[in-house]
């Protein structure tokens, strides 16, 4: 019996790496599966959440938004857990897999339970699993690459991030149909059908992948080195800013699918379902990928030199434009109207535009500055940032909540709030993009620049 080795090393070669189909057909199948669940929670748990006894005991709006992000606090804080497994203890694949069983478990959980104790048994579950494999994944799409194609590795990660918005569209659009047409256990199940399909194809893969070996020695070293402390404390500085950007873009699943249940949803000959607004954020994303790449960049590149920080400077401040123009359509809705989805239409194309300059480049930005055998724990303080921004929006949803069911924060003042807040960090971070040093680590020989 011959027993195939798994490949240590990436490949020399000048084109794309073996395996990174793999990867992106895994990625894009995890997504549908997450962000389909993710769709129809707030509308879940507003609407169809039940007691033990079978009997409706539903959440209010404030609550919801509140436990949302607190849910997706949980997912981005586990990637560190996992991190430090995977480059300490067992390495990238072989966290990946069983991480990625639990993940099937809490989607199966929801599946069969719709009660408060099947969300939360379901919800910990998907937390654990989805954010243990978070930073793995895409370290395994950076370790396939080397000195000789790592001037792919910008393509490889736009082609990532296309396939994570190409399962989100779909998923945003079907899963809140099914919910409505065939309630949550059909809508909980069938993402958790695709992240058994995700499993199976990362498996797949595995003789394609290089596999980095974790070595708890180097590691432990390279935690006591001084520059990959370093390294930690520059780039953890610029996650702490990137955090208020998540705060507000992780509303488009909460606060905006709540607004948009008070709006006219009449477009295009649809009558599109509150939650199912969502995917016009994929869809943007896969048109504005190579607009941006191939055209506003290189323009932008032509009149000053475009560095990683500057796109995400750029992008904080379009962020809070969009929340500009939630705030305007909350005042809408207060005065009486019944204003079109197409206002928040406009808002989605204005955020999705920032989530390109800040969640793409820091995406890729994350893994260069990441030293060699850092780069998941690095990954994951990247995805630490989207815990803390969530972790801010519950607590200010939990904090705004008056004993009669109303809120401090009331109409636009709610959205008007976190537009202020990213105006400050956009400002304040200008002169830290203007003082962070870069330094690249890529796998393989000559990796530093």
């Known amino acids: 019996m011959i027993v195939r080795s798994?490949?240590?090393?990436?490949?020399?070669?000048?084109?794309?790496?073996?395996?990174?189909?793999?990867?992106?057909?895994?990625?894009?199948?995890?997504?549908?599966?997450?962000?389909?669940?993710?769709?129809?929670?707030?509308?879940?748990?507003?609407?169809?959440?039940?007691?033990?006894?079978?009997?409706?005991?539903?959440?209010t709006e404030a609550e919801a938004r509140a436990q949302?992000?607190?849910?997706?606090?949980?997912?981005?804080?586990?990637?560190?857990?996992?991190a430090l497994l995977a480059d300490g203890l067992l390495g990238k694949y072989k966290t990946i897999i069983p991480l990625s069983l639990v993940y099937c478990a809490g989607h199966f959980a929801l599946a069969i339970d719709q009660t408060r104790m099947g969300l939360l048994v379901g919800l910990t579950l998907i937390a654990i699993g989805s954010g243990g494999i978070k930073p793995c994944v895409s370290a395994v799409m950076g370790d396939q690459f080397g000195s000789q194609n790592r001037h792919l590795l910008s393509q490889a990660f736009s082609w990532f991030y296309f396939s994570i918005n190409f399962g989100a569209f779909f998923s945003t659009l079907l899963i809140p149909w099914l919910l409505q047409q065939y309630g949550p256990h059909v809508a909980f199940g069938v993402?958790?059908?695709?992240?058994?399909?995700?499993?199976?194809?990362?498996?797949?893969?595995?003789y394609q992948y290089a596999h980095i070996a974790p070595n708890p020695r180097e590691f432990l070293a390279e935690l006591k080195s001084p520059a990959a402390w370093q390294a930690i404390a520059k780039l953890s500085g610029i996650f702490l800013f990137v955090a208020f950007f998540w705060s507000l873009y992780d509303q488009t699943s909460s606060a905006w699918v709540l607004q948009a249940k008070q709006m006219d949803r009449q477009w295009l000959g649809i009558e599109w379902?509150?939650?199912?607004?969502?995917?016009?954020?994929?869809?943007?994303?896969?048109?504005?990928?190579?607009?941006?790449?191939?055209?506003?960049?290189?323009?932008?590149?032509?009149?000053?030199?475009?560095?990683?920080?500057?796109?995400?400077?750029?992008?904080?401040?379009?962020?809070?434009?969009?929340?500009?123009?939630?705030?305007?359509?909350?005042?809408?809705?207060?005065?009486?109207?019944?204003?079109?989805?197409?206002?928040?239409?406009?808002?989605?194309?204005?955020?999705?535009?920032?989530?390109?300059?800040?969640?793409?480049?820091?995406?890729?930005?994350?893994?260069?500055?990441?030293?060699?055998?850092?780069?998941?724990?690095?990954?994951?303080?990247?995805?630490?940032?989207?815990?803390?921004?969530?972790?801010?929006?519950?607590?200010?949803?939990?904090?705004?909540?008056?004993?009669?069911?109303?809120?401090?924060?009331?109409?636009?003042?709610?959205?008007?709030?976190?537009?202020?807040?990213?105006?400050?960090?956009?400002?304040?971070?200008?002169?830290?993009a203007r003082i962070y040093q870069e330094e690249t680590h890529l796998q393989g020989p000559a990796s530093h620049s």
């Open 191 to 206: 993402p958790g059908l695709l992240m058994l399909l995700a499993t199976l194809v990362f498996w797949s893969g595995r």
């Open 68 to 82: 949302f992000h607190l849910f997706t606090s949980a997912v981005y804080f586990f990637p560190f857990l996992g």
């Open 273 to 432: 379902l509150p939650s199912q607004i969502q995917a016009f954020n994929p869809i943007l994303i896969m048109i504005f990928i190579p607009i941006f790449t191939y055209g506003i960049y290189p323009a932008i590149n032509r009149a000053f030199p475009l560095t990683p920080l500057r796109k995400i400077s750029m992008g904080f401040f379009v962020t809070m434009a969009a929340f500009l123009i939630s705030a305007y359509i909350e005042q809408q809705i207060i005065s009486g109207l019944r204003p079109s989805i197409v206002w928040q239409f406009l808002a989605y194309v204005v955020i999705t535009a920032a989530e390109v300059m800040v969640s793409i480049t820091c995406l890729e930005f994350s893994y260069t500055q990441a030293p060699l055998k850092l780069k998941s724990v690095i990954m994951s303080l990247f995805l630490l940032s989207v815990s803390l921004g969530n972790a801010f929006t519950s607590f200010v949803n939990y904090f705004i909540q008056n004993a009669d069911g109303t809120t401090l924060l009331a109409g636009p003042s709610y959205y008007l709030f976190f537009a202020g807040i990213m105006f400050v960090v956009a400002v304040l971070f200008i002169f830290v």
């Open 6 to 59: 798994f490949r240590t090393t990436p490949l020399h070669t000048n084109g794309m790496p073996p395996g990174i189909w793999h990867l992106i057909a895994n990625e894009g199948a995890e997504r549908f599966s997450f962000y389909g669940m993710r769709a129809i929670l707030v509308v879940f748990m507003t609407e169809l959440l039940l007691n033990q006894d079978g009997v409706l005991d539903v959440m």
